[in-house]
T-cell receptor, first 114, second 110 residues
Framework: DAGITQSPRYKITETGRQVTLMCHQTWSHSYMFWYRQDLGHGLRLIYYSAAADITDKGEVPDGYVVSRSKTENFPLTLESATRSQTSVYFC?????????????FGPGTRLTVL | EDQVTQSPEALRLQEGESSSLNCSYTVSGLRGLFWYRQDPGKGPEFLFTLYSAGEEKEKERLKATLTKKESFLHITAPKPEDSATYLCAVLSGGYQKVTFGTGTKLQVIP
């Protein structure tokens, strides 16, 4: 089905382990984003990408790595997970229309770091 | 630094009881203001985009308005299925980096 998907939907890991969250979109949107959502903070931007091989930091990038070798995929890697990275992670995509556009969000990945 | 403040944090309404949600913002050059709806366990779903002060948009029981300092989401005769968290976000500066508010959790009681 067309749209934006995330995997896994739920993940439990331990402190210090590497974790990769996957995001795939079928619209061929240029822009893709990673957010984390925590109580009291709302959605905060971790990284975004304007096109394949072009990425940039958002508000809270420390401890995260992204790559975008293909337009449709935008994986997020936690190199050494910490408890403070326990959160719900949302991937989003958008296409530029008149210099601006709404974002379409995936269903989220709930990550717990023990 | 862009700031977005939503109020109230939570709102409980009887079915049919109209009300408004507020989103106040401080940005250096607003390019767009968005409203999203988020149901529990799901990603935000886009509702509206407003570009300039005075603009209004409607969708079913929802109407969004924009001034130079704030936006309102008016809910007319709400139904239980309108229960959700409503998020406001602003876009300023370059690219697609938006700043989200923390949301208003709306509960509509039958």
């Amino acid at each position: 089905d067309a749209g934006i998907t995330q995997s896994p939907r739920y993940k439990i890991t331990e402190t210090g382990r590497q974790v990769t969250l996957m995001c795939h979109q079928t619209w061929s949107h240029s822009y893709m984003f990673w957010y984390r959502q925590d109580l009291g903070h709302g959605l905060r931007l971790i990284y975004y990408s304007a096109a394949a091989d072009i990425t940039d930091k958002g508000e809270v990038p420390d401890g995260y790595v992204v790559s975008r070798s293909k337009t449709e995929n935008f994986p997020l890697t936690l190199e050494s997970a910490t408890r403070s990275q326990t959160s719900v992670y949302f991937c989003a995509s958008s296409e530029t229309v008149k210099g601006y556009n709404e974002q379409f969000f995936g269903p989220g990945t709930r990550l717990t770091v023990l | 630094e862009d700031q977005v403040t939503q109020s109230p944090e939570a709102l409980r309404l009887q079915e049919g009881e109209s009300s408004s949600l507020n989103c106040s913002y401080t940005v250096s050059g607003l390019r767009g203001l968005f409203w999203y709806r988020q149901d529990p366990g799901k990603g935000p779903e886009f509702l509206f985009t407003l570009y300039s002060a005075g603009e209004e948009k409607e969708k079913e029981r929802l109407k969004a308005t924009l001034t130079k300092k704030e936006s309102f989401l008016h809910i007319t005769a709400p139904k239980p299925e309108d229960s959700a968290t409503y998020l406001c976000a602003v876009l300023s500066g370059g690219y697609q980096k938006v700043t989200f508010g923390t949301g208003t959790k709306l509960q509509v009681i039958p």
